[in-house]
């Protein structure tokens, strides 16, 4: 069918379903196009909390999609693509992590919102690329368990000061990036800032300018002076970064940086979940409540 017919279709029915549609910055440029709101995976999932449309239909990966149902239960959410899943929330759950907190009982859980919600539920405390090192700063605890990215764990225990424990996973997408990759790009253009995303490996972030979430990654084009940017995340970030500056060249230096799980979601998926109401993702009242605590002590914390 033809693109411009399918999202009018997804947006008059929308309309007539009161829904919200969602996109994260990493979706393909025609969803994020038509989205009622883009941004990163937190943003998103407090936007459908707040919002006063009964439907939401998250375009993303599973565990955005859980984090909104656990924030706002009373709304009906859809993720247009079930099997969007991220590759990193995987590699921990809840039955792991339990035997890792048993190996250090005194040791505070701290979990990346890439994560289900069972294993949320089994932490002290959420964060996101954006807050982590506040938030573990914000903790009595000098001990604590970083689940489940190991890159953005050693970015957080290279500032806190504070003993921490990491599980050893990491997102296939932003771990391929190649140090030989990131210096050819910053030969060929020696006027350019390079900003990395935390899930990047260490010997990737030592070599970058800013390091920050993929919100982070608007503001400071935005503010900084510079007109050229090297681009250390998923390549779907570049529709924003375009269409704010403009005058300004971005850079995405690996031809790694594409997250399949969310280049999977299509108009076509949009318009059929919208026509079909499904899938719907929910989450099992016991592990929402408890999981939510986790969020909510996140949410608590301060913003510098
Ligand atoms: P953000 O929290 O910055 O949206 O990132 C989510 C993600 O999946 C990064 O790979
Ligand atoms: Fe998960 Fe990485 Fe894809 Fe983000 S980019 S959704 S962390 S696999």
């Not at 350019?192 to 030592?206: G, K, R, V, Y």
Request: charged letters at 25%.
């Amino acid at each position: 069918m033809d693109q411009e017919l399918l999202k009018k279709q997804i947006k008059d029915l929308a309309k007539e379903r009161n829904a919200l549609l969602l996109a994260h910055n990493y979706q393909r440029d025609e969803i994020q196009e038509i989205a009622d709101i883009t941004g990163d995976s937190l943003a998103l999932s407090m936007a459908a909390a707040q919002t006063d449309k009964d439907i939401i239909v998250f375009c993303g990966v599973h565990f955005m999609a859980e984090s909104a149902a656990i924030l706002a239960p009373e709304k009906t959410v859809l993720l247009p693509r079930e099997d969007a899943v991220c590759p990193m929330a995987d590699m921990v759950d809840a039955e792991g992590l339990r035997k890792m907190k048993g190996q250090y009982p005194d040791a505070t859980v701290v979990t990346y919102v890439n994560s289900t919600a069972e294993v949320k539920a089994e932490s002290d405390i959420c964060c996101t690329s954006s807050n982590a090192i506040n938030v573990v700063r914000s903790l009595d605890a000098e001990e604590v368990l970083l689940v489940p990215d190991r890159n953005l764990a050693q970015y957080i225990a290279s500032h806190v000061g504070k003993t921490c424990h990491i599980w050893e996973g990491y997102c296939p997408t932003h771990d391929r990036v190649k140090v030989e990759e990131i210096k050819k790009a910053l030969a060929e253009h020696p006027d350019a800032l390079f900003m990395a995303h935390p899930e990047c490996p260490p010997e990737i972030l030592a070599l970058a300018d800013h390091i920050c979430s993929t919100s982070g990654m608007y503001e400071y084009a935005q503010k900084s002076p510079a007109q050229k940017f090297i681009v250390g995340t998923e390549q779907g970030i570049l529709y924003r970064l375009r269409k704010e500056n403009p005058e300004k060249t971005f850079i995405i230096p690996s031809r790694g940086l594409i997250c399949p799980n969310m280049k999977l979601t299509s108009l076509e998926d949009i318009l059929s979940c919208l026509e079909t109401m499904s899938p719907r993702i929910t989450v099992e009242e016991n592990v929402r409540r408890k999981a939510r605590l986790s969020l909510d002590r996140m949410l608590a914390v301060p913003r510098d």
